[in-house]
Structure formats: structure tokens, C-alpha cells
């Protein structure tokens, strides 16, 4: 079935790449997809174990890439030493660049033709890492629109209006042709952008316009232009943050432990509450990513790899701006960011509650928001 492609698929450690492995198992057997997973050496031990559970269930090997293989040092390491122990941060990712993009670029070098699957849910509006080569593609399973940005682009450019309006005549019999055809014929403008009109056409039926981007893609070197055949043309699923945690629930291989909600106590106005805390993403247990409560969680629930994060705070490096970990671990400061934490949490809560959709913009910049929307930030390429 592979059709002389091969079918990768990145495992971070994450809910969202380890639910796709199972989703592609389960719905299309028929694929022979590759696992791969780029180990920084700095993961957390339920990343690990999320990956011993996924080989079970998949009956398959995930090969581990890694950035070097240096004897004395695991990757992260190593690179720490050659950028002279410049501690990464969001403004400069190193760590990113050379622990996942580069082994993942390596993995696939060649000119072979590859299939690339992305984790990102029909919840979220982001793209995830896409790699530049001709020979790769990525594909989105869990969304409407399973295309990446870039053919989405040729698709609908004004000037292969005349081709796709020509695919849409000879394959569409859907009952509301006459329709689809009208969107497909009106051309991008200021007023019609790009996004409306894949809405648009996507919503009239996306079977009918996978099935006309497959034939679209015959005309250029992509991938997916060289197979008869594609089984994700007829899926319709659109997947969301619920369906994710179903699948890895029913599965048996389970949620990664480090999403477990855990209670903390704190005084708020003399009195004790009940706050909860856990880690939003997969990724290095220092990851810079990491909002202050998590860095508490850290701090409480691992604490062996919090002094750990600590130690490579030297010689004005710190993982956080404006903070070291050492303060940040201070008492009095864990109290100060629970309170912080549970009293915005609280507030979070309330506004959801308030019909006006004003209560809910307006303190918008306040929040620290819920773990649960944090994990859409950062690196795809660490998180998904
Ligand atoms: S998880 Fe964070 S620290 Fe680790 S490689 Fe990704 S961005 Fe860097």
C-alpha cells in the first residue's frame, strides 16, 4: 500500500503525536507508518514510558534519534558545551534547531518520497514544524483540512482557478454540485480570502475537494502525486483535546502521567484552598516554555530533576528571565506563585460563568491561563 512512499510519523511525548500513532493503527492498518522520536536526553520518565507503552500497542519499534552520539554526554549536553553553556530560551532556541529539527532532517535525507503526519487537533489553529524539502509533505489527520499551508496555496491560487473549477466538473457528483461549483469558480480577492473560500469548500464537502487536491497534486513532485490511491481522501474525522485523551484512555497506553492533575494547598486570605497544578506539555523537564506554577510542580513533585534544572543556572544563566531558580524555590515565593496561580484560575473560572463577553477580554491579559490552553504554545516540534 505504501506505493513506494514512506510514512513517518514523529513521536514527542506528547498526547497529541502518541493518540496519532493509535488513530492511523486503528483507522488505516493499510499504511505502514514509521515511528520516530528525537531524544533530547532531558525528557521527563513518563515520556519514556509513554513511548515503551506506544511500541507495545503498535507492535512496532520507535527508533530514538539522536543529535550526536557522544559517550560522555547526552545531547543536550553536548550542545550546551559547544554554545559555551548559553542556556537556550525563547528567543534563542537552540536546543530546538539541533535536538529535533536537525536528527528529524537527517532521518529523512535523501530524495525519497515522504509522508510526514502531524499531531495538530481540529481545535487548534497552528501548523506545526513542515520541512522544507520537496520530497517531504505533511499531512494533518486529526483536521477538516488534512493539507499543509503550502499546497492549500497552489490549490487555490487564482491563477489555477480554471484547472481546479475543471476537477471539481469531472469528479464531484456530490448533490450539491451547482454550489460547490460557484465557490470554486469565485476568485480570491480582497474581499474573498483564502481561508474563507477552503472554509467554504471544505464545508460543502470535504471528500469533494480532497479528492480534487489529489488529483491537483498529480501535476506537481509532491509526495502524494505519485501514489494511485490515498486512503485519508474519505476521512472526514475532525478531531478535538476530549477525543485525544478517549483514544489514549481506551487504548491502554495511557495518558502521560505528567498531565495528572495534582492538588496543592495555599492560604488565600486565611483561608486553606485546594489549587491544582500539573505540567502542560511534553519536552526537556527544564524546558524554559514552562509557566512559573509548573516550575513549582516541578519543584514539588520531581524534585531530583528541579535541582537538577538548578544546577545549570551559573555565571548569570537562567532559565527564566528575571528569576533563578533558587528564588523562585524560596517558600515564600512557591506561596506567592500558588496564590498567584489559584487566585487567576478562579478568576478564569468566574468570567467563563459571566454572560458578558466582555468580562472575559477585558481581564485577558491578566490571566495566567489554565494549563489546558498553555500546552497550544511554544514548539510544535517539543509539544505535539
Ligand atoms: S522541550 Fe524546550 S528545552 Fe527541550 S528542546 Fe524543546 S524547546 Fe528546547
New binding site residues.
Given amino acids: 500500500m505504501n506505493q513506494g512512499i514512506k510514512h513517518v510519523l514523529g513521536i514527542s511525548g506528547g498526547k497529541d503525536s502518541a493518540a496519532l500513532a493509535i488513530y492511523l493503527n486503528n483507522t488505516y492498518p493499510v499504511l505502514d507508518i514509521e515511528y520516530y522520536s528525537c531524544d533530547?536526553g532531558?525528557e521527563l520518565q513518563e515520556t519514556y514510558d509513554l513511548i515503551d507503552n506506544l511500541e507495545v500497542y503498535l507492535g512496532k519499534k520507535i527508533k530514538i534519534l539522536k543529535a550526536v552520539s557522544d559517550e560522555n554526554h547526552d545531547p543536550f549536553d553536548h550542545f550546551l558545551d559547544v554554545y559555551g553553556g548559553f542556556l537556550?530560551s525563547n528567543t534563542a532556541?537552540w536546543?530546538?534547531k539541533k535536538?529535533?529539527l536537525m536528527p528529524f532532517e537527517k532521518y529523512i535525507a535523501g530524495e525519497d518520497p515522504i509522508v510526514s503526519y502531524v499531531g495538530i487537533r481540529g481545535d487548534e489553529d497552528r501548523e506545526g514544524y513542515i520541512s522544507k524539502k520537496s520530497n517531504v509533505q505533511s499531512i494533518f489527520p486529526f483536521r477538516k483540512n488534512i493539507w499543509s499551508e503550502d499546497v492549500i496555496s497552489k490549490v487555490l491560487k487564482n491563477d489555477n482557478l480554471e484547472f481546479i473549477v475543471r476537477l471539481y466538473q469531472e469528479s464531484c457528483f456530490h448533490t450539491n454540485k451547482d454550489r460547490i461549483l460557484e465557490i470554486a469558480k469565485t476568485p480570491l480577492s480582497n474581499s474573498y480570502n483564502r481561508k474563507t473560500k477552503l472554509d467554504y469548500l471544505l464545508d460543502s464537502s470535504t471528500e469533494a475537494f480532497n479528492k480534487v487536491v489529489f488529483q491537483f497534486l498529480k501535476t506537481t513532485n509532491y509526495p502524494l502525486g505519485k501514489v494511485d490511491n490515498y486512503p485519508l481522501i474519505q476521512n472526514e474525522d475532525v478531531l478535538v483535546r476530549s477525543d485525544i485523551f478517549s483514544i489514549l484512555k481506551d487504548s491502554g497506553v495511557g495518558v502521560p502521567g505528567y498531565y495528572e492533575k495534582r492538588e496543592y494547598r495555599v492560604d488565600i486570605d486565611g483561608e486553606e484552598k485546594i489549587g491544582f497544578y500539573s505540567r502542560s506539555r511534553s519536552?526537556?523537564f527544564?524546558?524554559?516554555?514552562q509557566q512559573k506554577i509548573e516550575w513549582v510542580w516541578l519543584y514539588e513533585n520531581h524534585n531530583e530533576l528541579f535541582n537538577k534544572a538548578l544546577d545549570y543556572e551559573k555565571e548569570g544563566y537562567t532559565w527564566q528571565q528575571g528569576e533563578t531558580l533558587k528564588e523562585l524555590s524560596q517558600p515564600k515565593r512557591v506561596k506567592a506563585i500558588k496564590k498567584e496561580h489559584y487566585t487567576r484560575i478562579q478568576r478564569t473560572k468566574n468570567n467563563f460563568k459571566s454572560p458578558n463577553l466582555v468580562d472575559i477580554l477585558t481581564d485577558s491579559d491578566e490571566w495566567e491561563i489554565d494549563w489546558e490552553e498553555e500546552e497550544g504554545k511554544?514548539?510544535a516540534a517539543?509539544f505535539i
Fill in positions: 533530547t532531558k537556550p532556541r536546543c530546538t535536538l529535533k519536552g526537556c527544564f524546558c524554559f516554555f511554544g514548539c517539543c
